[in-house]
RNA sequence: GGCCCCAUCGUCUAGUGGUUAGGACACCGGCCUUUCACGCCGGCAACACGGGUUCGAAUCCCGUUGGGGUCACCA
């Protein structure tokens, strides 16, 4: 038997006014992958840009437990990166169930059907039988092609095989000669030997199926029109092209992406291999900010899920959702030699399946900061307090609910950071603006070069707090004119005064505009650190002294 | 190993026979500046290799090399 299945390639997807449905099938294991999550983008914007449906579909077994436990970060990943679905788990739709482990009896009619119409047979071969049989073939240095010595297709014969003590699966009667064509949407023509393909078992001796069987049979019974997915999936076509085929189905269009492939090289992007991956300047320089931001909020980070390579991460220590989804965008598509920066809307209206690029594109994290600090700089001053103040909580500097006065405050921090806070997490960068009780710790480096040594450095600060007890009103232009009249009386250069004055009031070598944190500070705070530091310095200079 | 896929700056990419091979990120200079960041200006940097086809190849063909995927009673 020959099929070719390009006659019939796509035929559901272009029959007219079909609406397009797309799909995300992924198994419940805890955790969303980056790689996973552009597969899913895809196949989102396809079916939007199509007025169409995509359905989230989980392909658990009926082994696995705590279904619910395993699926939930899944799901609250995709809901954080606002890829919606249309019907999957907790939204139904009319062509549940959604969970593979609930449609058994489904895939037990197909293998009937199948049977029935000798495309599949019973095999009553034991697992090792069929080993030996490949052992032999690669001794000889031949192709293994099951011999079907223990395929039995009448009643007889599995009477005569069950009479030894046997048990059968099921497996696919694939053809042995001519060719599986069909079209790919991202990588065009495709053909493959019939006779490469094995004899796949559909149905174990429990009478459980398996994926193949179960994923065209899910695809036919969801409508599905479209199946995008990546690369590793490519070679397991044609056995789904000949199941569908064998069944009746229409088939969907076929469309294989690259995979993600790890930072600074071309194999597969893996959860497992973090260890590796954090040699990788930019990609340690990521996950070691996902630490510091967990140490500041004094977290313990799930090992096994605190990855760069898992979404979960991002949401963690502050990325925005339409940054993961510009860079992932890009990542394997472009529009043109220019456009890099898409809203939600644009994504939708642009995305095209033929420019998806065929060679697989490796994970950069640098690529991936720029994309939020360019998103970040697009966020109004209430979107980027709300951006913090997650994070303000759960270090325990602000209450649950923060009073006016408080967001006023974070507000005008934010306002001073400007791009300095790209990431929810940096703000936890600027503790001296919340612990304002608490004493200050100096960098010693910037203590020593702008305090100590300096011999100008504590009498002019002494004399300039005199200046700041005395300012009328306490902010940033008023701070900034004073300090000016101050540097002329002085007959200093700014630069003098400026540097010591950060330093004893942030504790700091760098920061935010001098008046902007001396007014966020507040008068109080300013000479209480001023204070401070003077006193603080004394007691260095006398202890080196001795 | 069989089958299949892929190949442009470090990275993401534009390019479909004639371009000084374009852009972005990163990197390196400089400017701005109270520091840092931003911003601005400038710079470094690529067609894997070898054969064809052609007046002319990054672009088309063949081969080589390299990388990857897949070959389950996993999904």
Known sequence: MTLSANKCQGARAKRKHMTVRTRFAPSPTGYLHIGGVRSALFNWLFAKQHGGQFI??????????NIEAALNPILEGFRWLGIDWDE?????????????????????????????????????STAEEVQAERAEAEKNQTEFIYS?????????????????GRSSVVRLKMPREGQCEFVDLVRGPMRFDWSKEQDHVIQRADGTCLYHLANVVDDEDLKITHVIRAIEHLANTPR????AQALGYELPAYAHLP????????????????????????????YEYGMKVMRRLGKEPDA??????????????GFLPEAINNYLLLLG?????????????????????????????????????????????RLNPEERTEQCVRFLFEAGWVEAMPSSDMIDRITRLIQAAGDRIKIGGDILDYPEFFETEKPLEYEAKAFQKRILKPAEALPLLSSYRERLEAVSDFNASELEANLKSFVESQEIKIGQIIHAL?????GKAVGFGMFETLEILGRPCVLRRIDETLQYAKESMESSDS
Request: aromatic share 12%; net charge neutral; charged share 30%.
């Open 240 to 243: 789904q092209i000949f199941i």
């Open 56 to 65: 989230l579909r989980i392909d658990d077994t009926d082994q696995q437990r």
């Open 259 to 286: 995979f993600v492939a790890e930072p600074g090289s071309k194999n597969k992007l893996s959860k497992r291999k973090l260890d590796k991956y954090l040699k990788n300047p930019d990609f340690g320089t990521l």
């Open 333 to 377: 598509w472009s529009l043109d030699d220019k456009t890099e920066d898409f809203t939600r809307e644009e994504m939708i209206q642009y995305f095209s399946l033929d420019r998806v690029i065929k060679s697989p594109a490796s994970f950069d994290p640098a690529k991936l900061l720029a994309f939020q600090q360019r998103q970040a700089g």
């Open 148 to 164: 079907r010595r223990w395929m039995a297709e009448s009643d007889e014969a599995a009477q005569r095989f069950e009479a030894e």
């Open 88 to 124: 999957g788990p907790q939204v139904d739709g009319p062509h549940g169930p959604y969970y593979q482990s609930q449609r058994r009896s489904k895939y037990e009619a197909a293998v009937a059907i199948l049977l029935e119409r000798g495309l599949a047979y019973r095999d009553f």
């Open 304 to 317: 096994d899920t605190f990855n760069p390579v898992i979404v979960d991460f991002y949401r963690d220590v």
């Open 502 to 506: 950060r330093v004893a009031v942030t």
